[in-house]
């Protein structure tokens, strides 16, 4: 019975439909249904539904967005639920931002979705992050990873700089380094010192639970 | 400037079989695209605005403010690298959005930017509030002035204005997720959407351009580049608003409109999904988007293509016994991290894939602006050489030397645009706009 609760959710995420997703779930609280299965069973079966399709060729980045897009509806309302049930998921926080001078922000949300989905604990700096920001953030969260986006070639160039700074401020060996973003390759990220490149959502995923050991 | 008619119609001839003369780089890409082949395969010159602000060295805050400095850089630089023709645009998708009211950032590195965080269209109400365009706001009349400057000292087929077409506005002024879930889901709504960025945004724009004296202008598109925007949304949105567009400017303004420009130009990151029937499906919405059937690689990851797929594609889609031109571009990332060796080795393979039957042109998708500038040189000496017709039938044993260049600095001391670099070096106040 249960089953079928949880599958409705997952379809409702893997299809993008935001309104059904959060009603799905709204209802299945109601029911009693237990929320940690809600979650694991619903809203992220259906994301990482959604980013299989995408590997296969069979979805494509409208229909991954939509899909983050009702994950994202859905989930205040089962956060609450998960916290006041004492089940919320922790694996690893990650920081993330848009370097300095750089406003796109697709790319770096949609990481954000698809990370926080599979269990990590997102502070996501936004966009324009000044790198002053990104170090008082590790410094604070103590992140096991950085997460650097960047979208224009100019902007790209500030990854570098503030991977050195974080070196000599003794910051840079706590912390794992992704790097993402149109203008970035796996050469970048080499040539900064970067500990992975994520060439889109999915990957990043990928890397980011191979860089904690997951 | 040389007579731009003159040389399109050597490189027709030419191209044709009337093998007489020596070639502008601009006769012969019309060689290329209207005939069967031209003396050696051209090499286009690229969107290259950020790479050519850092290498002529001048500062953002003035370089995309002021069209001369603008212009005149990239001409510059793309002469100084021996581009066969001229590709000038400054940051297309902003001047509409920021004449609209958009907050942007700006900075003194870096091309203007929207903010993200405060689109301007978030729904339905945000659309019924906006007005029309004022051709005197923003960085419109730099933006003309541009596209004047641009079809006046430029050649070849390429000098022209430039706009942002309607579904890349669209995501600068609103953001994809919402732009995507009307497509998708409120299919009412997107119209709306459509209609304003083309008739309320973007029109108002061409006809500034058009009082100017612009008669071409390309509407450059890379938000609906595959798979930011699948054949099937491509094809029932951006094709018919291109034609809406297109069919307007022509009709009340006499101006050619290319909108769509690099719709679904196949983007895929990863090599193990790369698809030949979707790259086939991608290529035919693009062929839709230009004034000749082409077809094109743009901004995607090329280096690991199977370029028989393209030459492919090319053949089977030709008429009368020609395949249809084809742009082989140089991937962006590709030209900046290779090695100069490297590069020359995919050209020596693009070239014995796609050139020996000609009609077959290169650029590069896009340089990045800290790309070492001997591998730009190196691509173009490159190409220039093992393109040379005949083709050598070992193209393996052709030696391709070291570029001979000089620094762009020794070169540029006198060029007619020494004085206008010269002086955009000098330190100068910042727009207004920096402290709005």
Same mark, same amino acid.
């Given at each position: 019975?249960?089953?079928?609760?949880?599958?409705?959710?997952?379809?409702?995420?893997?299809?993008?439909?935001?309104?059904?997703?959060?009603?799905?779930?709204?209802?299945?609280?109601?029911?009693?249904?237990?929320?940690?299965?809600?979650?694991?069973?619903?809203?992220?079966?259906?994301?990482?539904?959604?980013?299989?399709?995408?590997?296969?060729?069979?979805?494509?980045?409208?229909?991954?967005?939509?899909?983050?897009?009702?994950?994202?509806?859905?989930?205040?309302?089962?956060?609450?639920?998960?916290?006041?049930?004492?089940?919320?998921?922790?694996?690893?926080?990650?920081?993330?931002?848009?370097?300095?001078?750089?406003?796109?922000?697709?790319?770096?949300?949609?990481?954000?979705?698809?990370?926080?989905?599979?269990?990590?604990?997102?502070?996501?700096?936004?966009?324009?992050?000044?790198?002053?920001?990104?170090?008082?953030?590790?410094?604070?969260?103590?992140?096991?990873?950085?997460?650097?986006?960047?979208?224009?070639?100019?902007?790209?160039?500030?990854?570098?700089?503030?991977?050195?700074?974080?070196?000599?401020?003794?910051?840079?060996?706590?912390?794992?380094?992704?790097?993402?973003?149109?203008?970035?390759?796996?050469?970048?990220?080499?040539?900064?010192?970067?500990?992975?490149?994520?060439?889109?959502?999915?990957?990043?995923?990928?890397?980011?639970?191979?860089?904690?050991?997951? | 400037?040389?007579?731009?008619?003159?040389?399109?119609?050597?490189?027709?001839?030419?191209?044709?079989?009337?093998?007489?003369?020596?070639?502008?780089?601009?006769?012969?890409?019309?060689?290329?695209?209207?005939?069967?082949?031209?003396?050696?395969?051209?090499?286009?010159?690229?969107?290259?605005? #950020?790479?050519?602000?850092?290498?002529?060295?001048?500062?953002?805050?003035?370089?995309y403010f #002021?069209?001369?400095?603008?212009?005149?850089?990239?001409?510059?630089?793309?002469?100084?690298?021996?581009?066969?023709?001229?590709?000038?645009?400054p !940051?297309?998708?902003n001047f509409?959005?920021e004449a609209?009211?958009?907050?942007?950032?700006?900075?003194? +590195?870096?091309?203007p930017?929207?903010?993200?965080?405060?689109?301007?269209?978030?729904?339905?109400?945000?659309?019924?509030?906006?007005?029309?365009?004022?051709?005197?706001k923003g960085r419109i009349p730099m933006g003309?002035?541009?596209?004047?400057?641009?079809?006046?000292?430029?050649?070849?087929?390429?000098?022209?204005?430039?706009?942002?077409?309607?579904?890349?506005?669209?995501?600068?002024?609103? !953001?994809?997720?919402?732009?995507?879930?009307?497509?998708?889901?409120?299919?009412?709504?997107?119209?709306?959407? +459509?209609?304003?960025?083309?008739?309320?945004?973007?029109?108002?724009?061409?006809?500034?351009?058009?009082?100017?004296?612009?008669?071409?202008?390309?509407?450059?598109?890379?938000?609906?580049?595959?798979?930011?925007?699948?054949?099937?949304?491509?094809?029932?949105?951006?094709?018919?608003?291109?034609?809406?567009?297109?069919?307007?400017?022509?009709?009340?303004?006499?101006?050619?409109?290319?909108?769509?420009?690099?719709?679904?130009?196949?983007?895929?990151?990863?090599?193990?999904?790369?698809?030949?029937?979707?790259?086939?499906?991608?290529?035919?919405?693009?062929?839709?988007?230009?004034?000749?059937?082409?077809?094109?690689?743009?901004?995607?990851?090329?280096?690991?293509?199977?370029?028989?797929?393209?030459?492919?594609?090319?053949?089977?889609?030709?008429?009368?016994?020609?395949?249809?031109?084809?742009?082989?571009?140089?991937?962006?990332?590709?030209?900046?991290?290779?090695?100069?060796?490297?590069?020359?080795?995919?050209?020596?393979?693009?070239?014995?894939?796609?050139?020996?039957?000609?009609?077959?042109?290169? +650029?590069?998708?896009?340089?990045?602006?800290?790309?070492?500038?001997?591998?730009?040189?190196?691509?173009?000496?490159?190409?220039?050489?093992?393109?040379?017709?005949?083709?050598?039938?070992?193209?393996?044993?052709?030696?391709?030397?070291?570029?001979?260049?000089?620094?762009?600095?020794?070169?540029?001391?006198?060029?007619?645009?020494?004085?206008?670099?010269?002086?955009?070096?000098?330190?100068?106040?910042?727009p207004?706009v920096?402290?709005?």
């Open positions: 019975m249960h089953e079928e609760r949880f599958s409705a959710i997952s379809a409702a995420v893997t299809t993008g439909e935001e309104e059904d997703a959060l009603h799905l779930v709204t209802a299945a609280l109601e029911d009693g249904l237990p929320p940690l299965a809600i979650l694991e069973e619903g809203l992220v079966k259906g994301i990482l539904t959604a980013g299989e399709l995408w590997d296969k060729n069979e979805y494509f980045l409208p229909d991954v967005v939509l899909a983050a897009s009702a994950f994202k509806r859905a989930m205040p309302v089962l956060e609450a639920s998960l916290k006041e049930a004492g089940t919320e998921r922790h694996t690893e926080t990650c920081v993330i931002g848009v370097v300095q001078g750089d406003m796109h922000d697709l790319g770096k949300n949609l990481v954000c979705d698809m990370l926080s989905s599979v269990g990590f604990d997102i502070i996501d700096l936004g966009i324009n992050v000044p790198p002053e920001t990104f170090v008082e953030a590790i410094e604070e969260h103590q992140p096991a990873i950085l997460g650097l986006g960047c979208y224009m070639t100019t902007t790209m160039m500030r990854i570098g700089q503030l991977l050195q700074d974080l070196d000599r401020r003794g910051l840079r060996d706590q912390v794992k380094i992704m790097v993402g973003g149109v203008p970035t390759s796996q050469a970048f990220a080499d040539e900064v010192g970067a500990d992975a490149w994520g060439k889109d959502g999915m990957d990043a995923v990928r890397k980011a639970r191979a860089l904690i050991g997951g | 400037m040389a007579n731009q008619t003159l040389e399109t119609l050597h490189g027709v001839l030419y191209g044709n079989g009337l093998r007489i003369g020596t070639l502008s780089g601009s006769a012969r890409t019309f060689a290329m695209l209207l005939g069967r082949r031209s003396d050696v395969i051209p090499f286009m010159g690229p969107q290259i605005h #950020d790479h050519a602000m850092t290498v002529a060295g001048v500062p953002a805050y003035k370089y #002021d069209a001369e400095l603008l212009v005149d850089v990239q001409i510059a630089v793309e002469r100084w690298y021996g581009f066969d023709t001229y590709t000038i645009i !940051d297309a998708y509409e959005v609209l009211g958009a907050k942007m950032i700006y900075s003194d +590195f870096a091309m930017t929207v903010d993200r965080n405060q689109p301007l269209i978030q729904g339905p109400d945000d659309l019924a509030r906006l007005r029309p365009l004022d051709p005197s003309v002035e541009a596209a004047r400057l641009i079809s006046e000292r430029a050649s070849g087929p390429f000098a022209m204005g430039f706009f942002c077409s309607p579904f890349s506005f669209l995501i600068q002024a609103s !953001d994809y997720t919402t732009v995507i879930r009307a497509l998708k889901k409120d299919k009412a709504f997107a119209q709306d959407l +459509f209609d304003f960025a083309e008739n309320q945004a973007i029109f108002p724009y061409l006809q500034a351009q058009a009082e100017a004296g612009v008669k071409q202008s390309a509407g450059a598109d890379a938000w609906a580049a595959f798979p930011h925007l699948t054949p099937d949304l491509a094809q029932e949105w951006v094709i018919p608003s291109a034609e809406r567009l297109a069919a307007r400017a022509k009709k009340e303004l006499g101006l050619t409109a290319m909108a769509g420009l690099a719709a679904c130009d196949y983007c895929e990151e990863n090599p193990e999904k790369f698809d030949k029937d979707l790259m086939y499906r991608c290529w035919d919405i693009g062929r839709q988007t230009f004034m000749i059937d082409v077809a094109v690689s743009a901004m995607g990851r090329t280096q690991d293509w199977t370029m028989q797929w393209l030459q492919d594609y090319a053949k089977e889609h030709g008429r009368f016994g020609r395949k249809l031109p084809v742009f082989a571009s140089l991937n962006a990332r590709f030209m900046r991290d290779s090695s100069p060796q490297t590069i020359v080795e995919k050209i020596r393979e693009w070239i014995d894939v796609l050139g020996r039957d000609g009609r077959v042109l290169f +650029f590069i998708g896009n340089v990045p602006a800290d790309t070492p500038p001997i591998n730009v040189h190196t691509a173009v000496h490159a190409v220039h050489t093992l393109g040379r017709y005949p083709i050598a039938d070992d193209l393996s044993s052709v030696e391709i030397d070291p570029p001979d260049f000089k620094p762009f600095d020794d070169w540029l001391v006198h060029q007619p645009e020494a004085e206008t670099i010269y002086e955009g070096r000098e330190p100068g106040p910042r207004k920096f402290s709005a």
